[in-house]
């Protein structure tokens, strides 16, 4: 069976594995005279634990955003200059700087961004017209051709931005109209949900002049990108012209903080005002009422090899499921800051909820020993104790268990090839669409890319062959659930647990985001009282 978009491999996180080549920092604009005087009185964030614990002894809390500016520490920095065809643009939408031609509400579905509304004129062609009014931080106005330009030079990246992977676009404009025409090779029904992705982010014609892209005074944002130093800070200030309501705080400094003791440190110091992606182990150690959790669209997943070793047996894989516990992972390893998994896809998707009632499985063989190898990866902190729980587990319930632990660039290969019996994996089930169809394909139809399971079910690739096919809306949900329901039936994939975001806030910070799909951050209400 073919599916009309192709699905290359992608990693854990949802991810092309291609990456885009080192670009250079560049700065467009010295920042002004008051933006400079606060840097030079702020004490800068560095990436050791034990060095930012020094620095902030000095410094009262709340201090960060005595200036009317907010300080923020993320956890990785830029691996391709802040490019918005890289993971980079993610960043630039967390700031606010860089906007998208539609946005996607909780469920989804997609909203008016610098696009104020939009139609399919015919199967593979949108029309979206453009908001009036916008001016972009380089002082340029907002055109058809500004909106289509930066459209095309996404197209033509290389490697191409993961929402555009397998998919054939162009954009043409009309000024005259203020409309954009965006064609797909084949009829596309997530057009608009792929232009939601901030790596489609719409940046003014003089981005692109260098042979790079640069987004430094280049974004339509409530803050203008001012200033980059590297993968160590990057500077925004509040941008005047901004078409909707005027951002309430003065700018933006960001510090990349990639060792998270580090970033909970600066949150305990008052060294930052918001701090994203506290790790669990650290979160129990703050002020809660500093500490907001929300749900992620990440499911932990423990996959077993459906066509190869044990697992190959539908009763042995009726099996592993009876044998594990969530309960034991949750409560134990997350600290309680995750959530039990009913199905593939939890509560960050409203929806989810309303899947159908779970279909019947396998009935459980005896393992009798049964010998089995488990593997994960290091990258993210949890999942080696998780693996080391689900052994326990799996061995209480009689199987052999050899336990197999690397980091992940070393150990996808092997994943991919079916080297394992067994796989736990923390994995994004909404990719930049907003859509759960696109890793559903990957990671559970016959020709899946991802399909660490080696799973190859006719139902379920029809299910899913219906689901792509389907319009947004109510039909393409229902039609997700079914083959979610389809997949848990075959227990080729055993959800363990829907991760969390979990997000530091200082005692004066005020409305910024929450966003499980980790696009927003700093919005123009966040503020610090």
């Known amino acids: 069976m073919t599916f009309g978009t192709k699905y ?250 990639p060792d998270g003791t580090a970033r909970a440190a600066a949150l305990r110091t008052g060294e930052a005002d918001i701090v994203e992606a506290i790790p669990v182990s650290q979160a129990g150690l703050l002020d809660q009422e500093l500490i907001t959790e929300v749900p992620m669209p990440r499911t932990n997943t423990l996959y077993l090899n459906a066509e190869d070793g044990p697992f190959s047996d539908p009763g042995l894989r009726a099996a592993a499921r009876e044998a594990v516990d969530a309960s034991a992972l949750i409560d134990g390893v997350y600290e309680g800051r995750a959530d039990a998994a009913e199905g593939l896809l939890g509560p960050a998707i409203p929806w989810a909820s309303e899947r159908p009632a779970r279909e019947d499985a396998a009935e459980a063989e005896d393992p009798d020993g049964t010998r089995i190898t488990l593997a994960t990866f290091t990258d993210r902190a949890e999942l080696p104790e998780v693996a080391t729980v689900l052994e326990q587990q799996l061995t209480d319930a009689g199987f052999e268990v050899e336990q197999e632990v690397r980091e992940y660039a070393n150990i996808e290969e092997d994943a991919l090839d079916g080297a394992f019996d067994a796989f736990i994996l923390s994995r994004a089930t909404v990719l930049d669409s907003g859509d759960p169809v696109a890793y559903m394909v990957s990671d559970f139809t016959c020709d899946g890319s991802f399909n660490i399971a080696q799973l190859c079910d006719e139902r379920v690739d029809g299910l899913l062959e219906e689901a792509e096919a389907a319009p947004a809306g109510p039909g393409r949900r229902e039609a997700v659930l079914e083959a979610e329901a389809a997949v848990l039936a075959t227990d080729a994939a055993i959800p363990l647990l829907h991760e969390r975001v979990v997000q530091g806030d200082a005692a004066g910070v005020r409305d910024s985001a929450k966003d499980p799909r980790e696009r927003r951050l700093i919005t123009a209400e966040t503020r610090i009282d």
């Open 8 to 257: 290359p491999i992608c990693n854990e996180n949802g991810y092309h594995n291609s990456r885009s080549p080192p670009w250079p920092c560049a700065r467009r604009r010295a920042p002004s005279p008051d933006r400079k005087n606060a840097v030079n009185n702020r004490t800068a964030l560095p990436s050791a634990a034990a060095a930012l614990l020094l620095l902030a002894a000095c410094a009262p809390p709340g201090a960060a955003g005595d200036d009317g500016r907010i300080a923020v520490a993320m956890m990785q920095p830029p691996r391709s200059g802040l490019s918005p065809h890289s993971d980079d643009a993610f960043k630039l939408s967390r700031w606010s700087t860089a906007e998208t031609l539609v946005t996607l509400d909780g469920d989804g579905d997609p909203q008016p961004g610098l696009a104020e509304e939009w139609e399919e004129a015919e199967p593979g062609t949108w029309v979206f017209t453009l908001r009036e009014g916008v001016v972009f931080h380089d002082g340029t106005d907002l055109t058809a051709s500004a909106a289509a330009n930066a459209l095309t030079r996404a197209a033509e990246a290389s490697p191409a931005p993961r929402i555009l992977d397998g998919v054939e676009m162009e954009a043409e404009a009309d000024d005259g109209a203020g409309t954009v025409t965006v064609t797909t090779g084949e009829p596309d029904p997530l057009v608009p949900q792929r232009l939601s992705s901030p790596q489609l982010a719409i940046l003014a014609e003089s981005a692109y002049e260098g042979g790079t892209v640069d987004p430094v005074g280049t974004g339509t944002g409530p803050f203008e990108l001012v200033g980059t130093d590297g993968t160590s800070s990057a500077t925004l200030d509040r941008f005047d012209e901004y078409w909707g309501e005027p951002a309430a705080a003065a700018g933006i400094d960001v510090d990349y903080v």
